[in-house]
């Protein structure tokens, strides 16, 4: 199971070097920055990671900090995705299971939640100089 989980991963990463490759939105909690999984090393590795992918003019990265406590709106995390026809689909994960959400009012719901989430995110710029800021002091 593990394997496979890998193999996966690995094959989604690879669909960001297509020619085409797809557009992404990324919101990551402050906590991902700061608690060193894997321990330092890992850690400077998934940073200068997140510190590429930023750079790609098709992927956005920010960060949802600290501050807006209860206000974040997406506890487990998800998955917004607008298909190539335009149609959108949700996806949650838990340890145990995914789950795809199809109902136009459910992702409507959440499309309206993620707007108003990106109001309160720091700015790509805030957010890339954090990454490098937990960044540098882990060395």
């Not at 557009?23 to 990671?49: F, K, N, W, Y």
Request: charged residues 25%.
């Amino acid at each position: 199971m593990a394997s496979e989980r890998v193999a996966f991963l690995m094959h989604r990463q690879r669909l960001l070097e297509q020619k085409v490759p797809p557009t992404i939105q990324a919101v990551l909690d402050q906590s991902c920055l700061l608690r060193p999984i894997g321990g330092r090393a890992v850690m400077c590795e998934q940073l200068d990671h997140l510190e590429r992918l930023a750079g790609r003019p098709n992927i956005t990265t920010q960060i949802a900090p600290f501050e807006l406590a209860e206000q974040r709106p997406f506890v487990p995390p998800l998955v917004l995705l607008t298909l190539p026809d335009r149609t959108a689909v949700g996806y949650a994960e838990s340890q145990l299971r995914g789950y795809l959400e199809r109902g136009r009012t459910t992702i409507a719901a959440w499309e309206a939640d993620y707007d108003q989430l990106q109001v309160e995110l720091l700015s790509t710029a805030a957010s890339l100089a954090m990454i490098r800021a937990v960044r540098k002091d882990l060395e």
